[in-house]
């Protein structure tokens, strides 16, 4: 029998087909891909599939379209062990696929993508939802369900977690009924030029944590415990597709386990960091045992510290 899940995702999945090129081409140009790979995708269904690697049972809503990618989409969470019934199938209409491109000696991306499937609406959710979960997982993708999904899970005693990087004012309705923002730097430059004090006018919308992530040079994190910077960990980059939806499976991870801030931000840096070192946006995803062993291997690296200047803002 399946267990009931303990956290929920709600948003975007895709099917990403991933590409190792030498170089990125320019126009006209043919290259060879040395690697193709085929993988599911997406903010909040990656962050899942993370959550499930590290040992906690996860279900993911979102919608597909009922196409072959569609099937593998769903062929994919279920694989890892995600509860993938919440999935609403749009007949006639193409699912999210991607094409990323991915230079091999930086492990830097570009991306493709493409959909016709409608964004979730509020009724669309299962009359139960949100369960048994104590975290509900939303991305920016659906600012229609979203509010009443978060809605519905503080109501049930549940936490709101939101992966966003647009400041807008359709996000900004989801940031009020989230309790921990994990955004981009992009967002945190969108609510203000200086770090610190953009995380604390998203903090005064209601959120109780705020995450701003920065790719290789870390994440700033401001809570009740008070604000620092987590430096990200030195690997060698292989991949970087998916390492941010990572960063956000572990940091939950670390929520449900009650750790600090300090500890939490530092287990989701190195979840990510090892991620980066395989291709594609699933592959590297590690297990728990895997980032202990790494953050045993490099206890003195990537401590949290203050903010200081020429840090990322």
Same mark, same amino acid.
């Given at each position: ?43 909040? &269904? ?12 996860? !279900? ?7 196409? #072959?990618?569609? &099937? ?8 890892? /062990? *995600? ?42 959710? !299962? ?23 978060? !809605?519905? @899970?503080?109501?049930? /005693? ?8 647009? =400041?807008? +004012? @359709? ?5 009020? @009924?989230?309790?921990? *923002? ?5 967002? %945190? ?39 620092? =910077?987590q430096p990200a960990f030195r690997v060698r980059p292989?991949?970087?597709?998916? &390492? %941010?939806?990572?960063?956000? %499976? ?8 009650? #750790? ?11 979840? @990510? ?5 395989? +291709? ?21 690296? !990537?401590? +949290?510290? +203050?903010?200081?200047? /020429?840090?990322?803002?």
């Open positions: 029998m399946r267990a009931q899940p303990r956290v929920t995702g709600i948003g975007n999945c895709a099917l990403d087909l991933l590409a190792g090129l030498d170089r990125y081409p320019g126009p006209d140009e043919r290259v060879t891909a040395r690697r193709i790979l085929e993988q599911g995708g997406g903010e909040a &269904a990656t962050a899942m599939v993370t959550l499930a690697r590290l040992g906690i049972s996860t !279900a993911f809503i979102g919608k597909i379209g009922d196409d #072959w990618a569609g &099937a593998a989409i769903r062929q994919g969470l279920e694989a890892e /062990g *995600v509860d993938a019934s919440g999935l609403v199938v749009e007949p006639g209409r193409r699912s999210l696929f991607s094409f990323i491109a991915v230079e091999n000696a930086t492990g830097r991306r570009t991306i493709f993508s493409g959909r016709t499937t409608t964004r979730l609406k509020p009724s669309e959710l !299962a009359r139960d939802f949100p369960g048994s979960s104590e975290v509900v997982h939303l991305d920016q993708r659906e600012t229609r369900a979203g509010p009443r999904a978060a !809605a519905r @899970a503080r109501r049930a /005693g549940a936490r709101v977690t939101l992966d966003v990087d647009r =400041f807008e +004012p @359709a996000t900004l309705k989801l940031v009020r @009924a989230t309790q921990v *923002v994990l955004a981009s730097g992009d967002f %945190g430059r969108q609510a203000g030029p200086d770090p610190l004090a953009a995380a604390a006018r998203v903090r005064e919308l209601g959120p109780e944590t705020v995450v701003f992530t920065y790719g290789d040079r870390g994440a700033l994190v401001s809570g009740r415990e008070g604000a620092f =910077f292989v991949d970087t597709t998916g &390492a %941010g939806d990572v960063f956000r %499976g572990a940091f939950i991870y670390g929520l449900l386990q009650e #750790w600090p801030l300090e500890r939490t931000a530092r287990f989701a840096s190195a979840a @990510a960091a090892l991620k980066c070192t395989r +291709p594609g946006g699933r592959t590297g995803i590690p297990g728990l045992e895997r980032v202990i062993l790494f953050l045993e291997e490099r206890r003195n690296q !990537a401590r +949290p510290r +203050p903010l200081r200047p /020429g840090d990322p803002g």
